[in-house]
Nanobody
Framework: QGQLVESGGGTVEAGGSMKLSCMYS???????MGWFRQAPGKEREFLAG????????SYAGSVKGRFTISRDSAKNTISLAMSMLEPEDTAVYYC???????????????WGQGTQVTVSS
């Protein structure tokens, strides 16, 4: 089982865009990948998932149309392109890797350490 390392967080103004990346050190092709976030005082929230082959994606209603998940098998990396960001998107963002394509659970095989995204108004 590998490790996940996120990058790309920071501060952006409302209405702006940001792209997060997450590199996996394990056997990338064996795992479905996803993004979650957790804002202060709130539960961790599923955002987007992508299947092992990239053929299937899923999004939470709160980010559909604004966020896009993708994967690059050559780089063992997934990305989350975020646009039209709002202050409510401020949170710590986590990537996950799992053998099941089921995003309603709370436990997953591997979590990244998280990266902070702050959207200023």
């Amino acid at each position: 089982q590998g490790q996940l390392v996120e990058s790309g967080g920071g501060t952006v103004e409302a209405g702006g865009s940001m792209k997060l990346s997450c590199m996996y050190s394990g056997t990338f092709s064996n795992y479905h990948m996803g993004w979650f976030r957790q804002a202060p005082g709130k539960e961790r929230e599923f955002l987007a998932g992508i299947s092992r082959t990239g053929a299937m994606t899923s999004y939470a209603g709160s980010v559909k149309g604004r966020f896009t998940i993708s994967r690059d098998s050559a780089k063992n990396t997934i990305s989350l392109a975020m646009s039209m960001l709002e202050p409510e998107d401020t949170a710590v963002y986590y990537c996950v890797a799992d053998r099941l394509y089921l995003w309603t659970r709370t436990e997953y095989d591997t979590w990244g350490q998280g990266t902070q995204v702050t959207v200023s108004s």
